[in-house]
């Protein structure tokens, strides 16, 4: 009963280092998406995969790439983390790409912590 | 293109009073609407959300919002709140043709003091 599960919570980088973040879901959905969080900003999407195989830029995906292994991980990657990519990133997992009279938006993680020093 | 604003960055509010946290949202087509709250540290957990039918539609926590097309609003309401309520909001939309994707306003903090 895990749910959207990301790791790791917590992590701190030094400009110009890079990094992957892990997601990976175990209630069969086929989307799945990387928000980050800043304050007064609310969540703003980075990427997202509307299905295995595909992905997609979302409002701010300057600084990121991301891998749709299989149906269940999602992962974000920072190729040389700035330190405007401090923040708090959630991914988050949904039943359908095409929306539908039951769908109840997303599944989220717990977050990861970021900080580029 | 679609977007969301809510109006308060922070409420605060008494124990046992009533409160309204607002939401307006831009959209060209019909959308889904869904209010999330996030308690500290936390994750984003669903309240409610209104996909077609009864404009008041309720939610967990004894949360409710009403859903008013004309206004383009989505204002979430509870007639006592508790300490325990002390969280952040979030409003967000999804139109039908955006394949899935939330838009999310800007956050609401609301705190009930004592």
């Known amino acids: 009963n895990a749910g959207v599960t990301q790791t790791p919570k917590f992590q701190v980088l030094k400009t110009g280092q890079s990094m992957t973040l892990q997601c990976a879901q175990d209630m069969n959905h086929n989307s799945m998406y990387w928000y980050r969080q800043d304050p007064g900003m609310g969540l703003r999407l980075i990427y997202y995969s509307a299905s295995e195989g595909t992905t997609d830029k979302g409002e701010v995906p300057n600084g990121y790439n991301v891998s749709r292994l299989n149906k269940r991980e999602f992962s974000l990657r920072l190729e040389s983390a700035a330190p405007s990519q401090t923040s708090v990133y959630f991914c988050a997992s949904s039943p359908r790409g095409d929306r539908g009279r039951n769908w109840y938006g997303y599944t989220f993680g717990s977050g990861t912590r970021l900080t580029v020093v | 293109a679609q977007s969301v604003t809510q109006l308060d960055s922070q409420v605060p509010v008494f124990e046992e009073a009533p409160v309204e946290l607002r939401c307006n949202y831009s959209?060209?087509?019909?959308?889904?609407l869904f209010w999330y709250v996030q308690y500290p540290n936390q994750g984003l957990q669903l309240l409610l959300k209104?996909?077609?039918?009864?404009?008041l539609v309720k939610g967990i926590n004894g949360f409710e919002a009403e859903f008013n097309k004309s206004q383009t609003s989505f204002h979430l309401r509870k007639p006592s709140v508790h300490i325990s309520d002390t969280a952040e909001y979030f409003c967000?939309?999804?139109?039908?043709?955006?394949?899935?994707?939330?838009?999310f306003g800007q956050g609401t903090e609301l705190s009930v003091k004592p």
């Open positions: 209104y996909l077609s039918g009864s404009t």
């Open positions: 967000a939309v999804s139109d039908y043709n955006q394949g899935g994707k939330l838009i």
């Open positions: 959209s060209s087509v019909s959308v889904y």
